[in-house]
């Protein structure tokens, strides 16, 4: 880079707005809790109404919220809940289902096998994988120290 080049990073870095970090905190703290809170209410209703205990009610719990998340996706709705919910929407298993979901509604031209399903774990994949090998390494040290 030409030393003008570097002056003009150097000048439209400064003048770049900086984002809201703390508003785009709060909104991601405000809307996890909400989602928290519906995946509670659900592990509470599957509780009462299948007559099971709360640990064995979170499946369906889960399982539901990531039909949520899917529906959403899928619906259109679900992005723009992101752009005010941010990090509260993404993180939990409602930002999971978006962007399996998202993927395969991107490549759905392309064909059933060769885009949907080829292309469906884009995203997702490297999730799954760092989740089974993370699961796995402290299934091994649980195994071994206990």
């Known amino acids: 880079m030409t030393p003008k080049q570097q002056k003009y990073q150097t000048k439209a870095k400064k003048?770049?707005?900086?984002p809201p970090y703390l508003r785009n905190a709060f909104s991601a703290f405000v809307s996890g809790g909400l989602v928290c809170l519906l995946g509670q209410a659900l592990?509470?209703?599957?509780s009462q109404v299948l007559k099971v205990p709360p640990k064995e009610a979170a499946n369906p719990a889960t399982a539901t919220m990531i039909l949520l998340g899917a529906l959403l996706t899928g619906f259109g709705v679900f992005d723009n809940l992101a752009k005010y919910?941010?990090?509260g929407l993404a993180v939990p298993v409602t930002g999971f289902a978006n962007?399996?979901?998202?993927?395969?509604l991107e490549f759905?031209?392309?064909?059933?096998v060769y885009?949907?399903?080829?292309?469906m774990f884009t995203l997702a994949g490297a999730v799954i994988t760092f989740g089974v090998m993370t699961a796995f390494v402290f299934?091994?040290?649980?195994a071994l120290f206990h």
Request: proline share 3%; charged share 25%.
């Open 15 to 18: 003048a770049e707005p900086k």
């Open 43 to 46: 592990i509470d209703l599957y």
């Open 85 to 87: 919910a941010g990090a």
């Open 99 to 104: 962007s399996v979901v998202s993927s395969a």
């Open 108 to 112: 759905r031209e392309e064909g059933l």
């Open 115 to 119: 885009g949907v399903c080829a292309k």
């Open 139 to 142: 299934g091994l040290i649980h």
